[in-house]
């Protein structure tokens, strides 16, 4: 690609400018690059946010300067951009409902990354045609590691997770956060949002009181040094965590990444776990889609 060519992508054109922009000063990852990647992997990322209203974190000018948060996209959505109008009472904008994107394929997510939003962040439920809200379909659990803690320690945590999960007839599957944690995912069928919190939080108060030297489930900063914070409040139906697949704005373009409970099992260091943008796609080549159980129509209840 070139700066300032127009494309045609499954039939929409549009104009693609500043691909030279460097948009991570470390590596010389460029705007290119990060469309380049979103392109190549959109075969296995777009099962996972179709019909999933997108909140786009946006770096206009890279990873090293100032970034902010976009959920209403309709002044510059070009009209093949599927929108959805989601109440957002309270808003810190002051405006009650917000036209959320839906990245329903390969143009929407070009279009997305072309306005340099690096992360993309969805919630654990999807929109119906007409745009009704559906109940969660997924189940996840935020480690968040409070230092000197690493995603060692979390891995340690995700597989005590892991059996709790198990044991109740769920599905948990790893992928790290892309920055220093890791998160785990269950697909379920639920009858609310705030079924989904009270399990989490009910599992996570479980495994404080189990292993109180290492996790940590309440969200005041100062519990969390040297432990795992089990962040049961990310299934929240208003709260949104990255998705598979997506970019992080850390100083190398590391990707929020599915991993094997066998990586989990033999982490060492925080570098075992750490994968760029050309990783990934070699994994993605290699063994394909992890998260694809994700995506079964089957879910348990829960």
Not at 41 to 67: E, I, M, N, W
Not at 74 to 81: K, L, N, T
Not at 119 to 132: A, S, Y
Request: proline content about 8%.
């Amino acid at each position: 690609m070139t700066a300032g060519q127009v494309v045609d992508i499954e039939g929409r054109r549009f104009r693609l400018s500043n691909l030279d922009k460097v948009f991570y000063p470390d590596s010389g990852f460029t705007k290119g690059d990060v469309i380049d990647y979103y392109v190549r992997v959109a075969p296995v990322l777009l099962p996972h946010v179709r019909d999933r209203p997108l909140t786009l974190k946006r770096y206009p000018d890279g990873v090293a300067a100032s970034s902010f948060f976009e959920k209403n996209v309709s002044r510059h959505a070009p009209d093949w951009v599927r929108t959805v109008r989601i109440d957002t009472p309270g808003s810190t904008r002051g405006s009650e409902s917000a036209d959320f994107a839906l990245v329903q394929d390969l143009p929407t997510l070009v279009w997305a990354a072309h306005l340099a939003s690096i992360e993309l962040h969805i919630p654990q439920w999807t929109v119906g045609p007409r745009g009704g809200l559906r109940d969660p379909d997924l189940l996840v659990f935020d480690l968040d590691p409070g230092e000197p803690a690493t995603i060692v320690e979390c891995c340690t945590v995700a597989r005590w997770l892991r059996d709790e999960v198990d044991a109740d007839g769920l599905s948990a599957h790893p992928k790290t956060s892309g920055s220093k944690g890791l998160q785990l995912y269950a697909p379920v069928r639920a009858r609310s949002g705030e079924r989904t919190s009270a399990y989490a939080k009910r599992l996570a108060e479980r495994l404080e009181q189990a292993h109180p030297e290492l996790v940590v489930s309440r969200m005041a900063k100062n519990l969390r040094g040297g432990k795992v914070l089990i962040d049961w409040s990310q299934n929240n139906p208003k709260k949104t965590t990255v998705a598979p697949y997506s970019l992080r704005a850390r100083p190398s373009p590391t990707v929020s990444t599915p991993v094997t409970w066998s990586e989990v099992e033999t982490c060492e260091t925080p570098e075992d776990l750490t994968f760029v943008a050309a990783e990934v796609l070699d994994r993605i080549a290699e063994s394909g889609d992890l998260f694809e159980p994700l995506l079964a129509a089957d879910r348990p209840p829960l």
